[in-house]
């Protein structure tokens, strides 16, 4: 008979281990719960119910709630910016940037809020929030532009860049706006200009 020895290490792992996949679950339902409710609707005591724990379990994971935020905001713009990367990959190099605008201003990402990209969901609610929850939104959005400009024929230029804060701007006020408004038809219009104004000839 084959003998298990549970030896402290071994148990240290594993509660460790728990402790990581619990603390990836409340960063990822507090990364949903932000971009459907914003900072001010996300309370802790719902982020740790949609994640399955206790409220009480909080401060084993987090020193305060501005910390849970921030690991929340990094988590959203990491998942925007690795999906945006991922569609511009697919794409033949010279329609990269035209899919890429299609899949961001698309009818899906407009009603995809908590799966979606934070700074439409959040962009207004950024200048009062805590220190590090802006540090880690500005991270993501400085790659977000990064990536816009990557895409440009002009890459490594001061054009590239200059044109890459315009795209990034522009694609996610229309789609600010366009979730904001409750006209439909208004809506579809924003997001189609943005597109129509930004996607290249034969894009």
């Given at each position: 008979?084959?003998?298990?020895?549970?030896?402290?290490?071994?148990?240290?792992?594993?509660?460790?281990?728990?402790?990581?996949?619990?603390?990836?679950?409340?960063?990822?339902?507090?990364?949903?719960?932000?971009?459907?409710?914003?900072?001010?609707?996300?309370?802790?005591?719902?982020?740790?119910?949609?994640?399955?724990?206790?409220?009480?379990?909080?401060?084993?994971?987090?020193?305060?709630?501005?910390?849970?935020?921030?690991?929340?905001?990094?988590?959203?713009?990491?998942?925007?910016?690795?999906?945006?990367?991922?569609?511009?990959?697919?794409?033949?190099?010279?329609?990269?940037?035209?899919?890429?605008?299609?899949?961001?201003?698309?009818?899906?990402?407009?009603?995809?809020t908590e799966r979606g990209c934070p700074a439409?969901?959040?962009?207004?609610?950024?200048?009062?929030?805590?220190?590090?929850?802006?540090?880690?939104?500005?991270?993501?959005?400085?790659?977000?532009?990064?990536?816009?400009?990557?895409?440009?024929?002009?890459?490594?230029?001061?054009?590239?860049?200059?044109?890459?804060?315009?795209?990034?701007?522009?694609?996610?006020?229309?789609?600010?706006?366009?979730?904001?408004?409750?006209?439909?038809?208004?809506?579809?219009?924003?997001?189609?200009?943005?597109?129509?104004?930004?996607?290249?000839?034969?894009?």
């Amino acid at each position: 008979m084959m003998e298990i020895i549970v030896t402290e290490s071994t148990m240290k792992r594993a509660t460790h281990s728990r402790k990581e996949a619990s603390h990836e679950r409340i960063v990822e339902a507090a990364a949903r719960a932000i971009r459907r409710s914003g900072y001010g609707g996300s309370g802790v005591a719902d982020i740790m119910k949609a994640a399955g724990l206790t409220h009480g379990g909080f401060y084993a994971h987090f020193a305060s709630r501005e910390a849970m935020l921030a690991e929340a905001a990094d988590r959203a713009g990491a998942e925007t910016v690795a999906a945006l990367t991922r569609i511009a990959a697919d794409a033949p190099p010279q329609r990269a940037m035209g899919s890429l605008l299609r899949a961001y201003l698309s009818k899906e990402h407009l009603e995809a809020t908590e799966r979606g990209c934070p700074a439409a969901a959040l962009g207004s609610e950024m200048p009062r929030q805590a220190p590090e929850v802006r540090r880690a939104a500005t991270r993501h959005i400085k790659e977000m532009i990064d990536l816009i400009a990557r895409q440009s024929p002009e890459w490594g230029g001061p054009a590239a860049h200059e044109r890459a804060l315009v795209t990034v701007a522009t694609m996610v006020g229309a789609l600010s706006l366009a979730r904001a408004v409750d006209d439909l038809r208004l809506s579809d219009a924003l997001r189609e200009a943005a597109l129509n104004h930004l996607v290249p000839v034969n894009g």
